[in-house]
């Protein structure tokens, strides 16, 4: 069987350090340039964990598409490592998708954003922040860190609290950063802790892949006050978001509420975990829906989109 896509691994400039990505494309010549979809995972996920289906999906429906790792996570560069900020990521995200747009066999005006879970969260939010993206999807998305917070109970949210007062000292000095779970056990000082949370969050994990199941503790009351659904609103362009009615770390209601403020806003309801939209019948049927938005939206074979022109704000 003919190859249907390449993928290639690519690196792009954000801030201080080089940010780690795949770049997929279409197998055979474009007689002008297409579509791209830019990738980003959740919290503290690398490329590596499972977004690599949806890009492979993506890529056969005749998209260009690049998924990428933040700064100082995975293959990414970045100092010190496994520090998670906000403003930082969502940098990352913009020279993502200012790198897609750089390249010559894609349509600067047809450029889609996917995020998941956390990088859901950041999806939203960049979609607001830039008018001149086309479309945009949000799977699972964090949308408040107060409903997030209060998934994962009192024990566990002392025990973060702490460490992050340390941490936050270990800034300061310059200090090794001290750490905190980012899934784990019932209890535990982990940032998920919800039954589901530590298997499944492993479980897209492939073997062999080396990945820390920890984090900065500094950021903690960050997310805690972190609520990027409140930027549904701002969003101008078509917005699909796949919702988890069954989510343990990213409560259904509360996305739900967010995204019925989203001008173009659809919304698709499943009735799994957070977790579970990654794998089987449920990653099938979510993709199924995210290529009929991507194709409704921004066709492989359309003309070459106008520049848009953008009123001041």
Partial sequence: MAATHERTDVTFRSGDADCAAWL???AGERSRPGPAVVLGHGLGAIKEMGLDAYAERFVEAGYTVLMFDYRHFGASGGEPRQVLD???QLADWAAAIAYARSLP????????IFGSSFGGGHAIVTAARDPRIAAAIAQCPFTSGTASSLTIGPVSTAKLSARAARDE??????????????????GSAALMTPPDALPGYLGLVPPGT?????VAARIVPRL??????????????PILFCVCDSDSVAPAATTVRYASKAPRGEIVRYPIGHFDIYKGEPLERAIDDQLAFLRRHIPVNAAPAEPRQLNAT
């Avoid at 894609?106 to 450029?111: G, K, S, W």
């Avoid at 080396?210 to 920890?214: P, S």
């Fill in 105 to 112: 066999d894609v349509d600067p005006e047809r450029m889609a």
């Fill in 86 to 88: 906000i403003e930082r």
């Fill in 169 to 186: 000292i270990a800034r300061l000095r310059h200090a090794e950063p001290v750490r905190v779970g980012l899934a784990g056990p019932r």
């Fill in 24 to 26: 997929y494309r279409p």
């Fill in 210 to 214: 080396d990945f820390t199941n920890e």
């Fill in 224 to 237: 805690m006050l972190h609520h990027p659904g409140r930027s549904a609103k701002r969003v101008r362009c």
